[in-house]
C-alpha cells in the first residue's frame, strides 16, 4: 500500500497483498463440478455457514465426535466479562507480577510516569505480549521470564501527555519535530525483557534482581544472519557490509527453541518506517517496500521527527538520500519482519535475526517436537489479511548435543496451500524451484526471502484470514492455527479454509502431516471450531458454542503437555463490547480439549485489553498470562476528561499498564485440570 499511514487495529497491517492468488473461487466452482463434495455445504459455505465435510474429515486420532464430556478440563467456566478486572474459575487465584515500568535493572529507577527513557531502559516495556519461561536448573519455581513488548500507547507513557490532545499517530508533534527522550523513551519500552522471578515463601512470584536480568529494545545491536545477512540488501550507513541492524519492533508472538533460546517475532514493523520518494508524483517504493505496507507519509509514532536528528531515530525516515545503500537508510525495514534468536542465560550476547525463517508480518514460531535424527520443523504465521502460513524445515538433522542457532539459517522455507478436498501441499520458498528465478524477477535466495511475501504469491499459498499463533499437539504432531478475523473478505473471495464473508468472528484450522512425518511436503486439514456466537459458531464435532464457550477473534494458541489446547481472543479495541462483538464481553482466556472439541472460558480480563502470551512452569502447577493494552478503549476526549475505560492494574486514578498475570490454583494442582 502506498497511502499514508493511518493507524489501523493497535498498528495491524491493511491489506497489501494484490497478488493474482485464487481466493478458492474458482477452486470451489471446480469442487462443485467435478465432485459435489460441498452439495448442501456450498450453499452453506457461500451463505456464511458452513460444510460440515470442511470441520471434520476424521484423521486426527483420538478426535471423537462428541464435544462434552471431557476428562482434561477440571475447572468450572467463567461468565463472559465485562468487568474491569482478572476473573478466573472458583479454586484459582490471579496475581499481577511485572507491570509496564517495573525496575528490573541497573540502578533499579522506581516507576513513574516522568521515567526517563535512560529509566525505561532499567524497567520492564509496554504491551505485553508472547512470553516464555526458561527454568533454572530445572526449577518449577525459579527462571527466567521472557517476554516481548509489542508496541506503547504513548499518551499513557509520558507525564508531559496527561489529560491533553495529541495527533492522529498519538503522540505529540511540536513545530514538526517530537521530543528525542520521548521518542527514546517509546523505543526503549519496545523489545523484550528478560527477568528473573522467584515463588516466595508465602506463594506469590517477586522479581529477582539478578545480572541475567536485561532489557532489549528498538535500539539494541543486532546481528542479521542467515542469506539476507552480508547481502545488498541488507547494507545501511550503519552497517555497510550488511551484517548489524539496531534494535527489535513490534514483536508479537514468540517461540523458543529445543537449545533453549527464545525467538521474538516481528509483526507490524512496517508502519514505524516512511518513505516519501515520488516518481512522477506518485509514490516510487521498492517492491520489498511495497509489499509490506510502509507508509508514504509519518511513520506510526513519527519517530524519524525526533529533534536534534539523531542518527537511531533518523533511520526510521527511508527515502532515498544519499548516493549509495551505504550513506543512507533506504535498506532499513530490509533489517526488520524477521524472527530474532536471543539467549536469555547469556545477557552479553548479541541477538541475531534469522533470515532463513522469512520476513513478513510474523506473530509467532512453534516448534513440533523434535526427534533426534530428523529435520526439525517450525510453523509461522503471516498476520495481515489475505496472508499465508509458513512451514521451516532444517537441513540439517537435529541433535541434542550439537543444536545451537545454525540450525535456524539453514533451512527451507514453505508456504501452505490449502486444497478443497482436504489435502494440503508445502510450497517451497527456494531460489531456482517453483518459478522463484531470474526470469520471474528473483535474483538469489536473499531477494526470495526479504520479498517472501512475493514469493509466496508467486508459488500460488492459499490466502487466509489473519493467521496469528500456531500449536502443536504434543501427542500426535498435529498443528492448531488461529485465524482471526477478516471483514474484508468477500462471498466470492471465501474458501473452503476461510468459509465465511465478512469473518469477524475468526477460526482455527488444524492439520496432520502426512505419514506422521512432520517434514513430509503434503498435510491433510479440516476446521477446528468456526468461532462465534451461540447462531454463527460450530466446532469440529458439529455443536454451536454455548453460553460457556462463546468467543470470538482466536490470536493465542498453546498447548500445555496434557494436551489442552489454551485459547486466547483479542477483539480490536474499536470492537469490543459493541455491534456483533457485544455478546463475547471484555477478552478473554479459553481451554479446549482437542479430542472432544469441548471449550470452556477459563479467564476473563479488563476492559480494552487483549489476553495473550502464555507460559507455565514446568511442574504446570504456575501459568503466566499477558494483559496487553487496557484501557485502550479510551477515547480521546475521554483521555482529555480523565475518563479512561480502565485503571487496571493500580486501580484509583492511575492509567493502565500492560501486566503479567500469574496464575495459581488453591489447592497447588496443575492448572486447568
Ligand atoms: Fe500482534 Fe497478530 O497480533
Ligand atoms: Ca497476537
Ligand atoms: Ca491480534
Not at 526427534?371 to 512451514?391: C, L
Not at 462483538?581 to 470452556?600: H, K, S, V, W, Y
Amino acid at each position: 500500500m502506498n497511502d499514508t499511514w493511518t493507524p489501523d487495529e493497535h498498528g495491524d497491517e491493511r491489506p497489501s497483498n494484490h497478488s493474482a492468488n485464487p481466493h478458492f473461487e474458482d477452486i470451489l466452482a471446480a469442487r462443485i463440478d467435478r465432485r459435489g463434495i460441498l452439495r448442501g455445504g456450498l450453499v452453506a459455505a457461500i451463505g456464511g455457514l458452513f460444510s460440515t465435510s470442511i470441520l471434520s474429515s476424521g484423521m486426527f486420532p483420538g478426535s471423537a465426535k462428541a464435544d462434552a464430556g471431557s476428562t482434561l478440563l477440571g475447572f468450572k467456566p467463567v461468565s463472559v466479562g465485562l468487568s474491569d478486572a482478572i476473573v478466573v474459575p472458583e479454586g484459582y487465584r490471579a496475581d499481577v507480577l511485572i507491570p509496564w515500568g517495573e525496575p528490573i535493572a541497573g540502578n533499579f529507577p522506581a516507576f513513574a510516569l516522568e521515567n526517563s527513557a535512560d529509566d525505561q531502559a532499567q524497567q520492564i516495556g509496554s504491551h505485553h505480549d508472547g512470553m516464555h519461561f526458561f527454568p533454572i536448573d530445572g526449577s518449577a519455581e525459579d527462571g527466567l521470564l521472557v517476554l516481548n513488548h509489542e508496541y506503547v500507547e504513548p499518551r499513557f507513557m509520558h507525564a508531559s501527555m496527561v489529560g491533553g490532545e495529541y495527533d492522529s499517530e498519538g503522540v505529540l508533534i511540536v513545530d514538526g519535530k517530537r521530543d528525542a527522550d520521548a521518542v527514546r523513551k517509546e523505543a526503549n519500552g519496545h523489545g523484550v525483557s528478560v527477568v528473573r522471578i522467584k515463588k516466595q515463601a508465602d506463594g506469590a512470584w517477586a522479581v529477582v534482581r539478578d545480572p541475567l536480568n536485561r532489557r532489549v529494545t528498538a535500539l539494541t545491536p543486532m546481528t542479521i544472519s542467515g542469506p539476507v545477512g552480508g547481502s545488498d540488501f541488507a547494507k545501511t550507513k550503519y552497517s555497510p557490509d550488511g551484517t548489524m541492524t539496531r534494535g527489535t519492533i513490534n514483536n508479537c508472538a514468540n517461540g523458543f527453541t529445543p537449545w533453549n533460546t527464545y525467538l521474538t517475532c516481528e509483526e507490524n514493523w512496517a508502519g514505524y518506517f516512511r518513505n516519501g520518494d515520488t516518481a512522477d508524483q506518485k509514490p516510487d517504493l521498492p517492491r520489498e517496500q511495497e509489499r509490506y505496507g510502509v507508509p508514504t507519509g509519518e511513520g506510526r509514532y513519527a519517530w524519524e521527527l525526533a529533534a536534534g536528528a539523531p542518527d537511531e531515530f533518523v533511520r526510521f525516515d527511508v527515502s532515498v538520500k544519499g548516493a549509495t545503500p551505504a550513506d543512507d537508510y533506504r535498506n532499513e525495514p530490509n533489517g526488520f519482519g524477521w524472527i530474532v534468536e536471543i539467549d536469555p542465560f547469556d545477557p552479553a550476547s548479541v541477538p541475531v535475526k534469522r533470515t532463513a525463517l522469512g520476513r513478513f508480518a510474523h506473530e509467532g514460531l512453534v516448534f513440533a517436537p523434535v526427534v533426534e535424527g530428523r529435520p526439525f520443523v517450525a510453523y509461522s504465521g503471516d498476520d495481515a489479511r489475505f496472508e499465508y502460513i509458513y512451514k521451516y524445515v532444517s537441513n540439517a538433522p537435529y541433535a541434542a548435543a550439537t543444536a545451537n542457532g545454525s540450525l535456524l539459517d539453514d533451512g527451507t522455507l514453505y508456504v501452505a496451500r490449502f486444497n478443497a478436498d482436504g489435502s494440503g501441499d508445502w510450497l517451497a520458498l527456494k531460489f531456482g524451484e517453483n518459478g522463484l528465478t531470474a526470469e520471474n524477477g528473483f535474483a538469489s535466495q536473499a531477494d526470495v526471502l526479504v520479498n517472501t511475501r512475493l514469493a509466496a504469491d508467486h508459488v500460488g499459498a492459499t490466502k487466509m484470514d489473519r493467521p496469528e499463533w500456531g500449536a502443536v499437539d504434543p501427542r500426535n504432531g498435529a498443528v492448531y492455527f488461529t485465524l482471526t478475523n477478516n471483514t474484508r473478505r468477500t462471498q466470492v473471495q471465501v474458501d473452503p479454509a476461510n468459509p465465511r464473508a465478512a469473518n469477524a468472528f475468526g477460526h482455527i484450522i488444524r492439520w496432520t502431516e502426512d505419514g506422521g512425518d512432520q517434514a513430509a511436503p503434503r498435510f491433510a486439514w479440516d476446521l477446528f471450531v468456526i468461532a462465534g456466537d451461540k447462531n454463527q459458531s460450530k466446532t469440529f464435532a458439529g455443536h454451536a458454542l454455548g453460553e460457556d464457550s462463546i468467543f470470538a477473534c482466536p490470536d493465542g494458541l498453546w498447548f500445555d503437555a496434557d494436551a489442552r489446547l489454551w485459547i486466547q481472543t483479542d477483539i480490536g479495541e474499536s470492537e469490543q463490547n459493541k455491534g456483533a462483538l457485544e455478546p463475547f464481553g471484555n477478552n478473554q482466556m479459553l481451554c479446549a480439549d482437542p479430542n472432544t472439541g469441548e471449550i470452556r472460558r477459563f479467564l476473563t480480563g479488563p476492559v480494552g485489553q487483549e489476553i495473550t502470551g502464555i507460559a507455565m512452569s514446568p511442574d504446570q502447577r504456575t501459568m503466566f498470562i499477558n494483559v496487553q493494552h487496557p484501557g485502550a478503549t479510551t477515547t480521546a476526549e475521554g483521555f482529555k476528561a480523565g475518563t479512561l475505560s480502565s485503571r487496571w492494574p493500580d486501580g484509583g486514578a492511575a492509567y493502565p499498564r500492560s501486566a503479567t498475570v500469574v496464575i495459581t490454583k488453591l489447592d497447588g494442582g496443575v492448572i486447568g485440570s
